[in-house]
T-cell receptor, first 114, second 116 residues
Framework: QKEVEQNSGPLSVPEGAIASLNCTYS??????FFWYRQYSGKSPELIMS????GDKEDGRFTAQLNKASQYVSLLIRDSQPSDSATYLC??????????????FGTGTRLTIIP | GAGVSQSPSNKVTEKGKDVELRCDPI?????LYWYRQRLGQGLEFLIY????????KSGLPSDRFSAERTGESVSTLTIQRTQQEDSAVYLC??????????????FGPGTRLLVL
């Protein structure tokens, strides 16, 4: 079982619709959860972070966390063509020497169709 | 302010040669991470530095890989006797070392390494 699992996609969503991206993780000790957006050939860019159960909203983005189900999701409202990218789910776990490395899923490729 | 910088941005080398990759973290960020991203894959953790503490090298794939960091500044990742499977984007990230959750890691632009 992979530590962080995402549907690789591609996920195609019409412009203006809601895009829903999902992620599950295996380690119950995981503390914090991040969504990064990565355009082709570019480095990851932080979109959302969450560590408490429930929803966290920032503009068009909402992160949802359910620790009991070990599930985190990202909703993108009013999807725009510029949202087309690969979305990486990352889980943070306190490790040795205070190492808070991120463990990443393989990413979901999202395409917004004009 | 300035973000994380990395150099070179691209590196092409021949199998068996050594390469050195450089990372300059955000000023004031005491935590520094190296990750590797193979084509079409997620990021794999390589090594972690925190101030003057011993680094966590648990992610290094072989003894051909090593990294150093001078205090809380620049880090270099060295790959000796490169192999074709080392071809990947090498990403550096830095973060503040503060108590509590959500220590956001900020990524540099990466070094794209191609081993021929």
């Amino acid at each position: 079982q992979k530590e962080v699992e995402q549907n690789s996609g591609p996920l195609s969503v019409p412009e203006g619709a809601i895009a829903s991206l999902n992620c599950t993780y295996s380690d119950r000790g995981s503390q914090s959860f991040f969504w990064y957006r990565q355009y082709s050939g570019k480095s990851p860019e932080l979109i959302m972070s969450i560590y408490s159960n429930g929803d966290k909203e920032d503009g068009r983005f909402t992160a949802q966390l359910n620790k009991a189900s070990q599930y985190v999701s990202l909703l993108i409202r009013d999807s725009q063509p510029s949202d087309s990218a690969t979305y990486l789910c990352a889980v943070q776990l306190l490790g040795v020497f205070g190492n808070e490395k991120l463990t990443f899923g393989t990413g979901t490729r999202l395409t917004i169709i004009p | 302010g300035a973000g994380v910088s990395q150099s070179p941005s691209n590196k092409v080398t021949e199998k068996g040669k050594d390469v050195e990759l450089r990372c300059d973290p955000i000023s004031g960020h005491t935590a520094l991470y190296w990750y590797r991203q193979r084509l079409g894959q997620g990021l794999e953790f390589l090594i972690y530095f925190q101030g003057n503490s011993a680094p966590d090298k648990s992610g290094l794939p072989s003894d051909r890989f090593s990294a150093e960091r001078t205090g809380e500044s620049v880090s270099t990742l060295t790959i000796q006797r490169t192999q074709q499977e080392d071809s990947a984007v090498y990403l550096c990230a830095s973060s503040l070392a503060v108590r509590g959750p959500l220590k956001t890691q900020y990524f540099g632009p990466g070094t794209r390494l191609l081993v021929l």
